[in-house]
């Protein structure tokens, strides 16, 4: 998309002074615009950019399952070894093995 749009909705605004329905014009343009030049730097404006934004996310919610797995782990692991060394100085080393 150009601003070809948009300029045209600006002069028309300028030439005969600029009502609200005009100025609400020229927002929707600007903003579609803004939104296509940057999906495009960003190399998000082809077809593919749909699925590769789904697979995107599914690799983050991936990701965020690994790490709060890892951490449960790392938790589990501490409270065991806490709970064997507590057993161990109040002399209850049978429990430990």
Request: aromatic share 4%.
């Amino acid at each position: 998309m150009s601003g070809a749009v948009l300029a045209q909705l600006i002069a028309q605004g300028q030439a005969g002074g600029t009502d609200r329905l005009t100025l609400r014009a020229i927002a929707e343009e600007a903003g579609e615009l803004g939104a296509t030049r940057a999906l495009t730097r960003l190399g998000l404006a082809d077809e593919g950019a749909e699925r590769d934004m789904a697979e995107l996310r599914e690799l983050l919610a991936a990701w965020r399952d690994a790490k709060r797995s890892a951490w449960k782990a790392v938790v589990g692991w501490l409270c065991a070894a806490l709970l064997a060394l507590l057993a161990v100085k109040l002399g209850l080393s049978e429990l430990v093995k």
